[in-house]
Structure formats: structure tokens, C-alpha cells
């Protein structure tokens, strides 16, 4: 996040992203980007990004309400809910879908 603003080409991103045997690059943020001024980058890290790559998938983890998940939905063309069978998860998927309709 601290050298984005140094990266104009997709060769000059290539030296912070790794690629995967199954062709999947990996940039991976930060564990703890609660911080306003590690957000706003986060924001403008996405953007720059997508300037590279047609499809961008990012994981936040178990929280639907944090910032940078809020960040993410907003940009979002498509949402994808993972939770496991039980009806404990059921439940608790179907009121964040709730929230997020919201």
C-alpha cells in the first residue's frame, strides 16, 4: 500500500504479487487495517488494481460490518456469502444478507 503510488504498469505490480501454480495472483493486505488512513489507501489500492485485472475477488474475512467490508461491498458488482450447512450458520448468513439489503 505504501508504493502505490509507484506502480503504473502491470509489470511494476508484478514485483508485490505472487502468482499461484493455478495462475491465481495473491496480493495480500495487511492483518490489521483498522486504521481511517489504511483504509482510504485500501480504497485506492482496489482502484489501482482494477486497472490491471478484469476480475478481483477479496476475502474479509468472517465480518460483514467492518470498514474495509463495507468498502468491498460497495465496489462490489457481485457478493458471495460462504458459511458452512448448520442452522446456526444458516441463520446468521441470512440476517447479514439481511443487513446488507439494508
Do not use: N, W
Not at 62 to 74: F, N, Q
Amino acid at each position: 500500500m505504501e508504493h502505490a503510488d509507484r506502480v503504473a504498469t502491470a509489470a511494476q505490480l508484478r514485483r508485490y504479487v505472487a502468482c499461484l501454480p493455478s495462475g491465481l495472483h495473491v496480493l495480500a493486505a495487511p492483518r490489521d487495517s483498522g486504521r481511517r488512513a489504511e483504509q482510504d489507501r485500501f480504497g485506492e489500492l482496489v482502484a489501482l488494481v482494477s486497472c490491471f485485472y478484469d476480475v478481483i475477488l477479496l476475502d474479509v474475512g468472517t465480518g460483514l460490518v467492518g470498514p474495509l467490508a463495507r468498502l468491498a461491498i460497495e465496489r462490489a458488482d457481485q457478493v458471495v456469502l460462504v458459511t458452512t450447512p448448520s442452522e446456526l450458520a444458516v441463520k446468521l448468513a441470512t440476517d447479514a444478507l439481511g443487513r446488507l439489503e439494508a
